[in-house]
């Protein structure tokens, strides 16, 4: 990740949309949209809004849709939503209900 990496961790509460130039680390409770480079939701990350990045990076709980070059749905997390990608990938063990749509130039 770059230098200028925003980290919001599990005692933060945020409502409203987040736009980041850069990377975002979120590890908190957040009800709205993200904007950013590059997205990584901890295990202690609880989304209910839409993510749009490069890279997506799911290890917590979300409700909403994913839009993204590369996105990875990591083990032990939750989410329910749409996925629009150039490259999903998803691993064992993730609690996942979507709907997904690959296709390239996202």
Do not use: Y
Request: proline share 0%; hydrophobic share 35%; net charge negative.
């Amino acid at each position: 990740m770059s230098s200028s990496n925003s980290i919001l961790l599990s005692d933060v509460e945020v409502k409203g949309k987040i736009v980041e130039k850069d990377d975002i680390i979120l590890g908190c409770k957040h009800d709205g949209n993200i904007v950013a480079s590059k997205v990584n939701l901890t295990e202690t990350a609880d989304i209910n809004g839409n993510v749009n990045a490069n890279e997506i990076e799911v290890n917590g709980k979300i409700k909403g849709s994913l839009t993204g070059t590369k996105i990875s749905i990591k083990k032990g997390c939750n989410f329910e939503g749409d996925v629009v990608a150039e490259s999903l990938s998803v691993e064992d063990g993730a609690n996942i209900k979507m709907q997904a749509m690959t296709k390239k130039g996202v």
